[in-house]
């Protein structure tokens, strides 16, 4: 069980739109749980959240235990993978990769195998 705030290692996996200014992101924990988060106001202008947690990045984040949803307090960008973002077939070749991962990965259900992938 988590405690009120942890920090781990985390891939990108994917991002859904709440509201103006935040984002729902879903996670791939260290641990190989799947983790549902909110960044908010990720989508500000110059917000940092921006870019530390673009599709496919490993970061480190902090993280707090919410009701629902787990919000980022703080990030640190690990691996960007930019030569990954700067090329349409790699990017390309990568996107079913991070859907299959999203879709195989649960909450609670730890698959340390999955992130070392």
Do not use: W
Request: charged content about 20%; hydrophobic content about 45%; some cysteine.
């Amino acid at each position: 069980m988590r405690g009120p705030s942890y920090s781990t290692d985390v891939l990108v996996l994917g991002k859904t739109k709440l509201g103006e200014t935040d984002l729902i992101l879903t996670l791939l924990g260290s641990d190989g749980s799947q983790i549902k988060a909110v960044a908010k106001g990720a989508r500000k202008p110059g917000n940092a959240f921006a870019t530390r947690l673009e599709l496919s990045c490993v970061a480190t984040v902090l993280l707090a235990s919410g009701r629902n949803l787990d919000i980022i307090q703080e990030a640190r960008l690990v691996a960007g993978h930019s030569q990954l973002r700067s090329n349409l077939m790699l990017t390309s070749a990568a996107a079913p990769a991070l859907e299959l991962l999203r879709k195989v990965s649960q909450d609670g259900l730890e698959v340390p195998r999955l992130f070392e992938a």
